[in-house]
Structure formats: C-alpha cells, structure tokens
C-alpha cells in the first residue's frame, strides 16, 4: 500500500506538470507567432488598406514614367543650344507635384529605393516593401507599355525608350560599367541624405509642412540628375537612374543596349541605402546647441567675463 500510495503520489504531480506545460507551450509558440508577424508585417496582407496603398504606388508609379520620361524625351529633342539642362528642371516639377500628391496617401515612394530604406529604417514593414517594390515594377512597365504604344519610332530607338544605359545605341559610346556604378552610388546617396534625412525627421517634417519637404526632395533628385548627366559628358550615357523600376520597364519592352549594365542600377542604390542605413545611425539625435554669446577663438578677453570658478578651471587647463 505504501508504495502504491507514493505511486499515486507521483503520478499525481506528473499529471500536473503535464497540464500546466500545455498552456506554456502555447503561449510560447503565441509569442514567437506576434513578434514574427510584427517584424515582418505579415499581419498587413489582411488589412484592405495596405493595398489600397499599393494600388496607389502602382498608379502613381505608371503615371510617373509615362510623365517623366515623355518630359525627358521632349526636352532632349528640343532644338536648345543644350537642352540636357531643361530636364532637371522637368525633374524637379514633376516629381514635386507627384510626391505632394501621394505622400499622404501611401508615402510616395515611386521607387525601390526609397521603400527599401523605409524597411531598413522600420517606417514601413517588410511585407509592405515587398509589395510596394512589386507594385513599382508592374507600375513602370505599364507606364512604358503605354508610352512605346504612343511614341514615335524614332525617338523610341534613338532615346531607347527612355531607359537607363550607359553607352547608347553603340558599345563605343558612353561610360564603363564601374564609372556608372559609382555615379548611381553617389547621386543616390546625395538624394538619400538630402531628402530621407529630412522626411523620415517626423519633428522636423511637422515643422516644416508636407509642401517644404517635397520640395526638398524633388530639389535633390533634380540636383543628383543635374550632376549625373552634366559631369560625365559622354552622348551615349542617359544619366542617372535613381530608380530600379524605371530602369527595368523599358528594358523588358525595349531590350537592345539596355541590358548593358543594367545591374549597375540595381547594385549601385542598394549600396547607397546601406550605407546612408549605416551613417544615420550615428547622426544627431538632437539639434545642434548655439552658444549664447559669440567670441573670437583668438581672444582671450572673453575669459574675464566668465564666472570665477570657470574662470580659475580654465586657467587651470591651460
């Protein structure tokens, strides 16, 4: 009896480890299911807003390179003494009124760059991004669907469509491969540190209004255009392309010399948001704090005005 007594003794509190672990383990498994949704953003697919957000990239994104690119053509058709510098100007105009328009209502990110270091900033998840970079690509290559349905031939063939290539219609022309890679890897960083570090500066954006920041940016990516079709000289070069997805329609529906160097416009953004990821990191966090009195470094007058216990510890450095 004995021993049956501590059998049933022991099997009792085994019964119950065994119940209590049940919940345990669930809750565990819980866990690890909410942190996975939450640093993915799995959850978002279920929310009709998300991709509302995305069909608005998508549109937007369309309607930007069918815009952007018939302005570009336009203007480098032209009979100026130097028509390439009217298409930063063309740039700056429309990118402003495109940003102004969907930035309150998907962010207005029209390019993978900018979504890619939404998602390595945490202002967007990585579903999101995911879909938002789909939304891109399939926005782009409708946009130049519709714009080689319209275009004539000629300037088709003569502009490739529009792309990004770096050395034209012939292999003689244009630049290497390593020299576009750097430029892209410049001009998106000039971009992304100019116009990111303002917009993803939630105190600062408040402050400045949604019209400024727009303004800001546009006025960068004119500037990054500018730069890129202007310090290079060469005629087969098509500048910079500061957008993967404007890149990869037209070399779909276009093919030719666009494939030439065509991973320079992917690889060069990408290591320009890793980079710009790993310098925001150790910017600033606060304002920069202005002394209240200005003084020449050269005079030492300046001391005698300063407290006693200042001034005696300063003495003292010296």
């Known amino acids: 009896m004995d021993s049956a007594n501590s059998h049933v003794v022991a099997v009792k509190p085994l019964s119950r480890s065994v119940h209590t672990n049940k919940p345990l383990t669930s809750l565990f498994k819980k866990s690890v299911r909410r942190k996975c949704y939450a640093f993915t953003g799995a959850h978002e697919i279920f929310r009709p807003e998300m991709w509302k957000a995305a069909l608005t990239e998508l549109t937007a994104t369309a309607s930007l390179m069918f815009t952007l690119t018939t302005s570009i053509v336009s203007c480098l058709d032209s009979h100026g003494t130097d028509p390439k510098l009217l298409v930063p100007f063309a740039v700056f105009m429309i990118v402003f009124l495109f940003l102004l328009v969907t930035v309150p209502l998907s962010g207005g990110h029209m390019s993978p760059v900018f979504t890619f270091i939404g998602a390595l900033k945490g202002v967007v998840t990585l579903t ?81 209004g949604l019209p400024m ?61 890793m980079v710009y990821y790993l310098l925001s990191m150790n910017l600033p966090k606060e304002d920069l704090v202005w002394l209240e009195e200005e003084h020449d470094v050269f005079d030492t007058s300046f001391s005698k005005n300063l407290p006693e216990q200042c001034n005696a510890g300063f003495q003292l450095q010296v």
Do not use: M
């Not at 404007?246 to 290591?271: M, N, Q, S």
């Open 128 to 208: 999101r991004a995911l879909i938002y970079v789909l939304a891109q690509i399939i926005g782009s290559i409708i946009g130049f669907f519709i714009l080689k349905c319209v275009i004539d031939p000629k300037l088709a063939y003569t502009y490739s469509l529009g792309g990004c290539a770096i050395d034209g219609q012939k292999v003689s022309f244009g630049i290497k491969p390593q020299n576009a890679l750097l430029v892209e890897f410049a001009c998106t960083f000039v971009v992304l540190f100019v116009g990111v570090t303002l917009a993803f500066d939630k105190k600062r954006s408040r402050a400045l």
């Open 213 to 273: 920041v727009c303004l800001v940016v546009a006025g960068a990516t004119a500037l990054a255009v500018f730069v890129s079709i202007t310090v290079t000289g060469r005629a087969g070069y098509a500048g910079v392309g500061l957008n993967p997805a404007r890149c990869l329609g037209p070399a779909l529906l276009h093919g030719g010399p666009l494939w030439h160097g065509h991973w320079v416009f992917w690889l060069g953004p990408f290591l320009a948001c």
